[in-house]
């Protein structure tokens, strides 16, 4: 059974899309930017404080479908610049424990709102 997951703790989608589509086992999290959920927007031209945003905002999603963390088996990290990458790296860390997710690092063009990260994350649940 394929079940939208929605929180008032993470942005609105702001487009046709879910914050997240739960399929039991696996739980697929949108692409996160550093929204303020409350007042939907930016938060910071700050690449820290956009980091640290986007993690929270993937936090609110993971758990409002029961998971934490500790749940994400896969994070694809895009940055509007590779120069980021160590300030990005660090933050992203510090929401994490080992054994830490798979994960691909992607410089791109431009993203949503000409902010400096997104972050898509894919979770499951396990009795492991």
Same mark, same amino acid.
């Given at each position: 059974?394929?079940?939208?997951?929605?929180?008032?703790?993470?942005?609105?989608?702001?487009?046709?899309?879910?914050?997240?589509?739960?399929?039991?086992?696996?739980?697929?999290?949108?692409?996160?930017?550093?929204?303020?959920?409350?007042?939907?927007?930016?938060?910071?031209?700050?690449?820290? =404080?956009?980091?640290?945003? *986007?993690?929270?905002?993937?936090?609110?999603? /993971?758990? @409002?479908?029961?998971?934490?963390? $500790?749940? +994400?088996?896969?994070?694809?990290?895009?940055?509007?610049?590779? =120069?980021?990458?160590?300030? *990005?790296?660090?933050?992203?860390?510090?929401? /994490?424990? @080992?054994?830490?997710?798979?994960? $691909?690092? +992607?410089?791109?063009?431009?993203?949503?709102?000409?902010?400096?990260?997104?972050?898509?994350? *894919?979770?499951?649940?396990?009795?492991?």
């Amino acid at each position: 059974m394929v079940k939208a997951i929605s929180t008032n703790n993470a942005p609105e989608a702001i487009g046709p899309y879910s914050q997240a589509i739960d399929l039991g086992q696996i739980v697929f999290v949108s692409g996160q930017i550093p929204l303020n959920p409350s007042t939907m927007e930016i938060v910071s031209d700050d690449v820290s =404080e956009q980091t640290t945003q *986007v993690m929270k905002n993937v936090g609110a999603i /993971l758990e @409002e479908a029961g998971l934490n963390y $500790a749940h +994400i088996a896969k994070a694809n990290i895009y940055l509007a610049s590779m =120069e980021d990458f160590q300030t *990005v790296n660090e933050i992203y860390a510090s929401f /994490l424990q @080992e054994p830490y997710p798979a994960r $691909a690092a +992607i410089e791109v063009s431009r993203l949503p709102k000409d902010v400096k990260i997104e972050v898509e994350v *894919v979770a499951h649940r396990s009795d492991a």
